[in-house]
């Protein structure tokens, strides 16, 4: 079982369409590596197992039959809990929703299962995704898959920890942040932040804002790309969604990294960066300097680029969370709240200014890809941290002046526009995992994904480069425990809600 829970999305996928892979041994296999490493982490929250049995019998007949095979036929899937799934507890990690059982998919997990994927469970974020620690006050933290006493990251944090442990072959993720990105980093995954538009984003509220996307995580950037292909294309529900080719997304032509001409930053000239992760960096920009056509260190100037941010943001948690705040303003966590009042002094002035301030943001940043085709940049700026401590409250010796500003190397780049991917990179001198954060041209998914899939090859042959794996066997349980798992089938929705004893006390 271990090495079939091991293989990639693509080979499985392909032994299943061959019919030398049941889906029904790849779910059996997933579920058992779930309920061995998931008390260690706590990635996987409420789970749908008897329901995805019945799934998998059938995609099992299909196949037999010689039906027509959808791109994710049989891989059992993980969905962040930020997305409403049918029939499975979705609480965003917030006490007002933990009874919450929609009766409909959204449209990212819908087309997900229209392609063939399996609903196992759902994965665990920060309470409505603020932030990037995945905790919350109703399913608890998620652990570091390299150490469950570290934090994984967030707001993806339950899906790049259940994929860095072959728990599950393909998860969903969102980013507005930095949210596919920073987990991708802290768990040695890849977190594609594709252009907005490109996979429809149905449930932002803010329907032509582009700081906030959906997108694919997986073990590799073929598996990405796999879960890419199945998911993007318009949706009415996103206007800036638009036609594309989605099917080009599956099987990129792998770039020529000898013509590629490189562009890095350790810091945007903007962002504070830990000692330990600039160190990191330099040597891994030493170690892939000889791979390109040219590889040089370039200066930016992002204007008023964390202000900028600071409004966005807070502009879209105001429309979110307006009736919930109005409602009750206890019932939301500290995070969200932080952001709604945020929101709430701002004047239409603010707004205005924003927008304007992003526009001139996004002239700024095309100037460096006049000479240049990538901007490589570390993913975080700091280790691992314990998933105790809220957020890093300090960089470098610097006080953060609120609790998402030490997530400044990926949301720059969120106000850009850009497509962004965090690939893994080796380790730190922590041994904890290091993720590069490879930014392409403006709408420019497909070269980007090209050079991502050459880069992650050359990647493997490094000792300095190559992607890092966790030992399952030196798992231990983290102190205090995250919480307990809680384990129940759709079929009664009651039973999968978080008992007293899965209640996150530790939060």
């Known amino acids: 079982m271990a090495q079939l829970v091991e293989l990639s999305a693509v080979e499985q996928r392909r032994l299943i369409g061959a019919r030398q892979l049941s889906p029904v041994e790849l779910l059996e296999a997933c579920i058992a590596r779930i309920e061995q490493v998931n008390p260690f982490v706590n990635a996987v929250t409420a789970t749908c197992f008897e329901r995805a049995r019945g799934e998998a019998r059938a995609a099992e007949q299909a196949v037999m039959r010689g039906e027509p095979l959808g791109l994710l036929h049989g891989l059992p899937l993980g969905v962040k809990d930020l997305e409403p799934t049918a029939g499975l507890l979705s609480t965003s990690g917030t006490p007002s929703l933990r009874n919450h059982v929609p009766a409909q998919d959204i449209e990212l997990v819908r087309r997900l299962r229209a392609a063939g994927a399996i609903v196992a469970g759902k994965t665990n974020v920060p309470e409505l995704g603020a932030g990037a620690n995945s905790r919350n006050p109703v399913w608890g933290a998620t652990g570091n898959p390299f150490d469950p006493n570290l934090n994984a990251g967030g707001s993806s944090g339950g899906s790049a920890a259940a994929l860095a442990l072959d728990m599950l072959p393909v998860c969903t993720g969102s980013d507005t942040g930095g949210s596919l990105r920073i987990p991708a980093a802290k768990c040695g995954v890849v977190g594609l932040r594709p252009s907005p538009g490109v996979v429809p984003s149905v449930r932002k509220p803010l329907g032509f804002s582009p700081i906030s996307v959906v997108g694919p995580m997986g073990r590799s950037v073929a598996d990405a790309c796999l879960q890419l292909a199945a998911t993007a294309g318009p949706h009415a529900g996103d206007p800036l969604s638009h036609p594309l080719d989605a099917m080009a997304f599956l099987a990129p032509r792998t770039a020529d990294l000898s013509r590629l001409r490189v562009a ?60 919930a705040y109005e409602r009750d303003p206890e019932s939301l966590g500290p995070n969200p709240r932080a952001n709604y009042e945020m929101g709430t002094r701002m004047s239409l002035l603010d707004a205005a200014w924003a927008q304007t301030e992003q526009t001139r943001i996004i002239g700024r940043f095309q100037q460096v890809f006049a000479g240049y085709d990538l901007v490589l940049s570390p993913t975080t700026p700091v280790s691992p941290f314990p998933w105790t401590l809220p957020y890093a409250a300090e960089v470098d010796g610097r006080a953060q002046e609120n609790y998402y500003r030490w997530l400044a190397l990926t949301y720059v780049v969120t106000l850009t526009t850009h497509p962004s991917i965090s690939l893994p990179c080796g380790t730190d001198e922590r041994g904890m995992p290091f ?73």
């Open 435 to 507: 993720g590069l954060q490879v930014t392409g041209a403006f709408r420019g998914d497909l070269p980007l994904l090209s050079a991502s899939l050459a880069m992650e090859q050359a990647f493997a042959a490094s000792p300095v480069l190559a992607r890092p794996r966790p030992d399952i066997a030196k798992l231990r349980h983290a102190e205090p425990a995250l919480t307990s798992i809680v384990t129940a089938a759709p079929d009664d929705p009651r039973a999968s809600r978080p008992t007293e004893a899965g209640a996150a006390s530790v939060v």
């Open 264 to 323: 890095y930053t350790e810091d945007f000239g903007c962002c504070d960066v830990d000692p330990v992760v600039r160190r990191a960096f330099r040597e891994k920009m030493a170690a892939m300097r000889p791979l390109f056509a040219a590889c040089d260190e370039v200066r930016f100037d992002l204007g008023e680029v964390h202000r900028c941010f600071d409004v966005l943001r807070a502009e879209a948690f105001v429309a979110g969370m307006r009736e």
